[in-house]
């Protein structure tokens, strides 16, 4: 329980008991990935749309950032954040289990971009190719 809530806060983690660091770091991969966890997910702190720009619109958009020649740690990280926001929105539109599943998917492969001290460019061009703009937008963006 204290484990789920602390997720998302790097600060909290840090105070948090090493062990449970130590847990979620061993068991991030395999729970992010499941579409069950957005559910028990606190309410989320930005709107999609709030989203969208800070992650992939505005000129200093964390996903150029992140997918650009000066990509730094702390980028990947916050883009991270706010793909974990992400999924704990509500689609306005389109199906719920394939939202859930393609935004853990986002960010599971977020998430890659976050170990280790440099942003790994094989875990980019998977990121890239994971957020597919288009597709998501075609089934959950409203018109
Ligand atoms: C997982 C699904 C998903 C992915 C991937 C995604 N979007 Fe979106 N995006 C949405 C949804 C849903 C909305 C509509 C939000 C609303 O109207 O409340 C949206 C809206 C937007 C908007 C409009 C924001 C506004 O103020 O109305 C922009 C711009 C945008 N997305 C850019 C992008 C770009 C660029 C990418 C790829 C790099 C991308 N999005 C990837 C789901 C996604």
Not at 42 to 68: F, R, W
Request: net charge positive; hydrophobic share 40%; proline share 5%.
């Amino acid at each position: 329980m204290g484990r789920t809530k602390n997720v998302g806060h790097g600060w909290a983690r840090a105070i948090a008991v090493p062990v449970a660091a130590v847990c979620a770091a061993g068991a991030g991969v395999a729970w992010v990935s499941s579409p069950a966890r957005a559910a028990d997910e606190k309410a989320p702190k930005h709107t999609i749309k709030e989203i969208m720009h800070k992650a992939h619109k505005d000129d200093d958009a964390l996903l150029k950032k992140v997918t650009g020649p000066k990509a730094t740690h702390d980028d990947a990280v916050a883009l991270l954040e706010l793909y974990k926001d992400l999924a704990a929105n509500k689609p306005p539109k389109g199906d719920q289990a394939d939202w859930d599943k393609r935004t853990a998917d986002i960010v599971a492969a977020s998430e890659a971009t976050t170990k280790g001290d440099k942003v790994d460019a094989k875990a980019v061009a998977t990121l890239k190719k994971t957020v597919d703009c288009k597709a998501c937008h075609t089934l959950h963006k409203p018109a």
